[in-house]
């Protein structure tokens, strides 16, 4: 009962503390710019109202139909401190948008010969072969079926990739599995990422790190300004992200009454040794129906390519929510109203 009574006293108290800064905070004028097709004007409103009444602080959503662009929206604040404006060059933390693009550079690789899918990772990472792993394939890895979800145990914050990454890479390689090879499936959150940049950097025939190919075989040709690990230079032109703290995240999620997400935050908080505890371990500074590939990003950042109906569809903000399963309302809402938009396009298409 008394553990009861003081989560109650806490998130009454996260409540009242959010409410009295929200009123005291000054209020900036709302922005928002870009370009729609005049068929997508319900969704420009939409975007425009949330930047207006406050439910959208700082964000851009674009959407390409076989490589025309047809909305280019973004509003808010890239920094509310400083009163700096989202504008057209501001770049933002897309987290876990990044593994589709990982996806694809891998793809790229397979389509040059330089790696295989039903290879076993260890054809190109020799040392990853030990503790039941010989016959985890490049595809399995890929796919979060490799059963190693916890990333390597010195791993804390992102300098570690930056200044201890040989020895990281030693860790994974040694690491046990959860379960035999391809017979279960668990998103490897943040392991996924030296994973996957340790097999490609092995396979390339450069040895290039991830990001490096990245840029130079994918972004580079297509004239994509998206970066995995961003040069210092382009520093200047990121977001300021405000991150939720443990405390206003527990009072969204419980404000929601969203089933899901209660057990879940519940699960890693008062299980610290599940699976799922360990693969949601944060580093310090930090719904299927047509044909649909992508991914969603912690905080409600989207990325996907509706290969039915041929579109690219993207969502990014630098005021992250406790969402990450492509039901943030704020995207939601804007999804629901370009498809209606898009059907109503594609007829007048026809005409």
């Not at 490096?212 to 580079?220: L, P, S, T």
């Not at 690990?229 to 405000?242: A, F, I, M, Q």
Request: hydrophobic share 40%.
């Amino acid at each position: 009962m008394s553990l009861i009574r003081g989560s109650i006293l806490v998130v009454c108290a996260a409540l009242s503390w959010n409410i009295l800064s929200l009123m005291f905070k000054p209020k900036l004028p709302p922005i928002v710019e870009g370009y729609f097709h005049p068929k997508f004007r319900r969704v420009a409103e939409i975007f425009r109202n949330k930047i207006e009444n406050g439910k959208e602080k700082g964000a851009a959503f674009a959407l390409y139909y076989k490589g025309e662009l047809l909305i280019d929206l973004w509003g808010g604040y890239a920094d509310e401190d400083s009163a700096q404006p989202w504008d057209n060059n501001t770049l933002t933390l897309a987290f876990s948008i990044s593994k589709s693009m990982a996806a694809i550079t891998a793809a790229k690789m397979v389509e040059k010969g330089w790696l295989d899918y039903s290879k076993p990772v260890s054809a190109y990472w020799p040392e990853f072969k030990v503790n039941s792993k010989d016959n985890i394939t490049v595809e399995m890895l890929l796919s979060h079926q490799a059963g190693l979800l916890h990333p390597a145990p010195n791993f804390n914050s992102l300098q570690d990739i930056l200044l201890n990454k040989e020895e990281l890479q030693k860790e994974v390689a040694e690491a046990t599995p959860e379960w035999p090879s391809g017979t279960q499936h668990g998103y490897h959150m943040l392991s996924f990422a030296l994973l996957v940049d340790t097999l490609l950097q092995k396979a390339d025939v450069k040895h290039r790190n991830i990001g490096q190919i990245f840029k130079e075989e994918i972004a580079d040709e297509y004239g994509i300004d998206f970066f995995i690990g961003l040069p210092y230079e382009e520093n200047y032109r990121v977001t300021k992200s405000t991150f939720i703290t443990t405390t206003h995240t527990l009072l969204g999620v419980l404000l929601s009454f969203d089933i899901n997400y209660i057990k879940f935050y519940m699960s890693a908080i008062f299980n610290p040794t599940s699976h799922t505890a360990s693969a949601f371990k944060a580093p310090k500074e930090i719904e299927e129906g047509d044909t649909v590939y992508g991914h969603t990003g912690y905080g409600g950042q989207v990325a996907f390519a509706d290969m039915t109906n041929q579109f690219g569809l993207s969502y990014v903000t630098n005021y992250p929510s406790f969402y990450f399963l492509n039901d943030d309302p704020r995207f939601n809402d804007l999804e629901k109203v370009t498809y209606v938009c898009f059907q109503d396009y594609s007829a007048s298409q026809k005409t």
